[in-house]
Every structure is written in structure tokens, then in C-alpha cells.
């Protein structure tokens, strides 16, 4: 018989900020290569930017807990209710942006301008094929996971850390032997350790193995400041080439590494909170796949109508951000509760 797990609430949370965060980066990224790098918003941007870069990984992350943990996940349950649900959910949330672009004149009415933009997908969706192929391997690393000691995933989660710092670095050409290490990242193969399959094995380490002490006071740390110095030394960088920057909020760098496990071991080791609250944390959480589809159509139709740039950025991101959430998540309900319709949100 199959064991029962009780539920982490924590990782409920985890999952509505992580989705709150998808959000709030893509409200302050939005005018980020489109600002002028000397004004003030554009160093709003770029600081906020840095805060939620973690938010991918985070769900990433998650998702690792789920596939990986040692319960029965047959491979027609794996693709029957995982894999078609995501396909379908792509396909149709794709459709509907490739009709809002043709209506909007941002793709032309041929037929195929038109095919092309909904297998292409609006830019956020990448998201959802890279789940699917991680899913599709999942049987794979949850047999990794099985079979190795600690001390071997350990080891490739020290790879993926020490790749992370080389390429952190081939993105500063003002650190100190900034050539040297560019040359050293050519010849080795970062390429195949940078994989969002490395932090579907973290987030399942996290749980299962708990950070030392020590260990964990410095990756809290790390995750602290972080967003600090990724938006300072990004803020650098662009001073340096003249344009907007943004190789260092790639998802791979050391700096999203730091925030994405400083977040998530707060979130999962303290999951105390009272159980009349749980129910909605749960639905919430339940929302989140809906609330990522439909934020950017939100956004989008929010723009058409204000001109979010010429705003001051320090209070609307956060305000948009709550807007678009919010909004957002009164659509999940309601697409939720229309038969048929709710397995696509």
C-alpha cells in the first residue's frame, strides 16, 4: 500500500510567493532593456528584478519534492494526469495570446504568422514545455535519487554550485582575470551541469536532507545579499558596455542560486501556521499554474490602458504587481468553476 504524506503547508506558501514572484519579475523587467540605464527607474528595475529572480527555480524546486519523493507515480498516471493536462493547458493559453496579438496588429493574419506564434508561444510559456520535458525524465532522476548515497548527490549539487560560480563570473568583465575564467568556462562542460534538472534534484535534497547548522547560516546569508549584489554589479556591468545588461538574472548564476535556496529552506522548515489557514494556503497554491498563464494577458490589457513607464517604478511595480496577482487569480477562480475548462488553469 501506498504511504501517506502528510502535506507541507510551507511549500504551499512557497508555491503563491514563488507564483507572486513570476509576477512582480515580470512587471519590473518589463521597460528593463527599454529605460534609459542612467535614470532612476531603470536602478528600480534592475534592484527589483535582482529581488525575484528566483522564482523560477523555486517552482522548479517544488515540482522536485513532488516527482521525486518515494511514492508510486506509474508512468500512466505520470503522463495521464501530468503531461496532457500541461500539453493542453499550452495549447489553448497559446491560442488565446496568438488571437489577443492578431487582434492587436503584433502578428500578421496569415495563416502561417499565425501558426508559427501559437506553437512559438508568448515568451512566458517556455516554461511550461521545460516542465514537461522534466517530467518526461523524471523516472529517471527519481532512480538516481533511489540508488545514490547522500554524499553523491551532494557532490553533483557541489558541481552545479562551482559551475554556477564560473559562469556568474564569465558575466563580470570587471572582475579580475575575467578572461582567464571566459576561457576556462569554454573548455569545460558547464552546459551539461547548468540544467533546470540540477534544481529539480535540489529542491528534493532540501527536504529530504536538511542543512547543517553552519551550513544553512550561510546560505542565508548568501541569499540575503545577493539581490544586492547582482543588481549593483549589473548596474556596473551596463555602466561598462553602455546598455542594459541582463546576463547576470540568468537563472543559473551564483546569485539565483543563493536566493532560490535561502527561500526555499525557510519556507519548508518553517511550516508552522494555524490549520483554520491551511485550507486556503492549499487553494491558493492550487491556483498558481492558472494564475502564471493568465498574468501576462492581465499585464498586457493593464498597459494597453496606462502607461505604466512613465510612472515612478519604486511604488508600481509593487502596486501592478498586487493588480495583475490579484486579478489574475479571480480568473483561475472562475475558469475554475466552469466544467471541463478548470484542468486547463
Request: proline content about 4%; some cysteine.
Amino acid at each position: 500500500m501506498e504511504k501517506k504524506y502528510e502535506r507541507n503547508t510551507g511549500l504551499d506558501v512557497l508555491r503563491v510567493i514563488a507564483c507572486f514572484m513570476v509576477v512582480f519579475l515580470h512587471v519590473s523587467s518589463r521597460f528593463f532593456s527599454a529605460v534609459p540605464i542612467d535614470t532612476f527607474n531603470w536602478k528600480v528595475y534592475t534592484f527589483y528584478d535582482a529581488c525575484v529572480r528566483s522564482a523560477v527555480p523555486l517552482f522548479v524546486m517544488l515540482s522536485g519534492v513532488f516527482f521525486l519523493a518515494p511514492r508510486e507515480m506509474t508512468l500512466k498516471k505520470l503522463y495521464g494526469k501530468y503531461i496532457i493536462r500541461l500539453a493542453a493547458a499550452y495549447v489553448i493559453w497559446s491560442a488565446l495570446y496568438t488571437i489577443y496579438d492578431v487582434l492587436a496588429g503584433e502578428v500578421p493574419f496569415k495563416l502561417r504568422s499565425i501558426l508559427h506564434a501559437w506553437i512559438e508561444g508568448p515568451a512566458h510559456l517556455w516554461y511550461i514545455p521545460m516542465l514537461i520535458g522534466l517530467y518526461v525524465i523524471s523516472p529517471f532522476l527519481k532512480k538516481i535519487t533511489q540508488l545514490s548515497s547522500k554524499k553523491l548527490v551532494e557532490y553533483g549539487l557541489i558541481l552545479f554550485a562551482g559551475a554556477s560560480l564560473i559562469r556568474t563570473i564569465t558575466y563580470i568583465p570587471i572582475f579580475p582575470g575575467h578572461t582567464t575564467f571566459v576561457l576556462l568556462s569554454e573548455q569545460l562542460p558547464l552546459s551539461y551541469i547548468l540544467r533546470y534538472y540540477s534544481y529539480f534534484l535540489l529542491g528534493w535534497f532540501l527536504v529530504n536532507f536538511p542543512v547543517r547548522s553552519n551550513w544553512r547560516k550561510w546560505i542565508y546569508a548568501g541569499g540575503l545579499v545577493s539581490p544586492f549584489l547582482c543588481a549593483v554589479t549589473t548596474v556596473l556591468v551596463s555602466m561598462k558596455k553602455g546598455v542594459a545588461a541582463e546576463d547576470l538574472f540568468s537563472n543559473f548564476t551564483l546569485f539565483t542560486l543563493l536566493e532560490a535556496m535561502a527561500i526555499f529552506m525557510i519556507s519548508s522548515r518553517y511550516s508552522s501556521f494555524r490549520k483554520k489557514w491551511k485550507p486556503a494556503l492549499e487553494f491558493l497554491s492550487s491556483c498558481t499554474l492558472g494564475i502564471y498563464l493568465s498574468h501576462i494577458l492581465v499585464l498586457r490589457l493593464l498597459a494597453s490602458w496606462i502607461d505604466l513607464a512613465s510612472l515612478n517604478a519604486l511604488w508600481m511595480v509593487p502596486l501592478v504587481s498586487l493588480v495583475v496577482f490579484f486579478v489574475s487569480l479571480l480568473l483561475t477562480m472562475a475558469l475554475r468553476s466552469v466544467k471541463g475548462v478548470h484542468k486547463l488553469v
